[in-house]
């Protein structure tokens, strides 16, 4: 089970670090111009003109500190809202690429479990 925790842990925080300095560096290039209510969604976003910078920045933070194996626990946590905001676009707005979204939000869930005693004290009644 560790072997497998710090095979996660390493991966999810590299995707999430790919996604965050790909963003600031504009590594990615031309993307392709979204369509129906992915394009209506982006429009807003883009509108808001925070949205993206903040996500990118929780995203790198909390892939830092997966890679690092320093704080953990509170990088999947911060990570947590951003996972599942990602799996639930990619179900409800867009239909595509819902397997690499799953598998981010499955990474994520699984290393809280994994690290599941850290967190007894915050769900506690």
Known sequence: ????????????????????????????????????????????????KYIFPVAKAVELLAGLMLVSGKFVRLGTI????????????????????IPMAAAILLANVFLIYANWDSYKEIVKP
């Open 1 to 48: 089970m560790k072997i497998a925790t710090i095979i996660v842990r390493v991966l999810l925080g590299a995707m999430m670090l790919f996604a965050s300095i790909s963003y600031f560096f504009n590594l990615m290039g031309e993307q392709p111009v979204p369509t129906g209510d992915l394009a209506t969604l982006m429009a807003g976003f883009m509108a808001s």
């Open 78 to 97: 911060i990570l947590l809202p951003i996972s599942i905001n990602i799996f639930l676009i990619h179900v409800m707005v867009t239909g595509a690429d």
